[in-house]
């Protein structure tokens, strides 16, 4: 079930297209990364889904709803990349008049500190509070309400690899449990294994919308094959593959998708002049970079 559908959405700011027949949907518990560089278009995708502005053509559905609806708002949370809070509150106050704000019991929001990694900082006031610790407010207050769809711009601005690592496990919770959910990022290493589809956008346009295996198919980027040979044979492994040696003992090998297999054929035919092999597909990174300035689309 979609519980956000984006269908041929234009914008325009006077002569600036900011969109262009965008076309995407989410999933009931499906994780979406929305890639693109600055000006691409993601801040204003977003603030349509939100009901910030109005898109000029195009239907936008937010979990059945027009956007901005009272239905839509309901039952979408949103944390943006730079959240800001008063800092003369403490952060159970905070949480405790955002659950107001949403008619939802204050006495939930030690549960919700909690959850985030900041029930020891509860009773510490905001402005005590790290760039990471607001995040984690930010976090909390979008957790209210089990929200059916999750918006989210670049959330783990400012946390440490721990606060990284338990937020996407927050994440894959959430989605586990239906709920929606589209992650706006530039950390592409961290989204290439925490998502289940990305979509890309250049000047406007969305030139790619696929899960990453989908997405590697369709650039047909080279694959590295890297080879540990055993000391006294990296050259004749080298010359046997036609590969390059590196560091006394690696090989690499380039090859392309279709040929993967044979020359994994061609590798396994070495016996014991070969200790190790890793195959290293095409980052997100490289994908991302086709894409953008060009590549197959979607």
Do not use: W
Not at 196 to 224: C, F, K, M, Y
Not at 261 to 273: C, H, K, T
């Amino acid at each position: 079930m979609s519980l956000l559908t984006l269908s041929q959405v234009t914008k325009r700011y006077d002569a600036t297209v900011a969109l262009s027949d965008v076309s995407l949907n989410v999933t009931e518990g499906e994780r979406v990364a929305l890639l693109g560089h600055n000006g691409a278009g993601k801040s204003t995708l977003i603030k349509i889904v939100l009901g910030l502005v109005a898109h000029d053509s195009g239907d936008v559905s937010v979990v059945h709803a027009p956007p901005g609806s009272l239905a839509a708002r309901e039952a979408t949370s949103y944390l943006p990349e730079n959240v800001a809070f008063h800092p003369s509150l403490t952060g159970l106050e905070q949480i405790r008049y955002y659950l107001r704000l949403r008619k939802q019991n204050p006495s939930g929001a030690n549960a919700l500190l909690e959850r985030v990694g900041l029930q020891d900082a509860a009773t510490r006031r905001i402005g005590t509070y790290s760039k990471g610790m607001r995040q984690r407010v930010g976090l909390a207050q979008a957790l209210i309400g089990h929200p059916q769809l999750m918006v989210l711009d670049e959330p783990t601005s400012g946390l440490d690899p721990v606060s990284r690592r338990e937020f996407y496990a927050i994440l894959d919770e959430l989605a586990g449990r239906g709920t929606a959910v589209l992650l706006s990022s530039h950390a592409l290493t961290e989204v290439e294994a925490r998502t289940d589809r990305i979509a890309i956008l250049s000047r406007g346009e969305l030139v790619a919308n696929d899960t990453l295996a989908g997405l590697r198919r369709r650039a047909a980027l080279p694959i590295q094959l890297q080879i540990a040979a055993r000391p006294d044979t990296a050259d004749k492994v080298a010359h046997r593959l036609s590969g390059r040696r590196l560091n006394g003992t690696r090989v690499d090998v380039t090859c392309q998708h279709a040929d993967k297999l044979e020359r994994l054929s061609e590798i396994a035919q070495l016996g014991d002049l070969i200790d190790d092999l890793e195959i290293v597909p095409p980052s997100l990174e490289d994908l991302y970079a086709h894409f953008s300035r060009g590549g197959a689309s979607p």
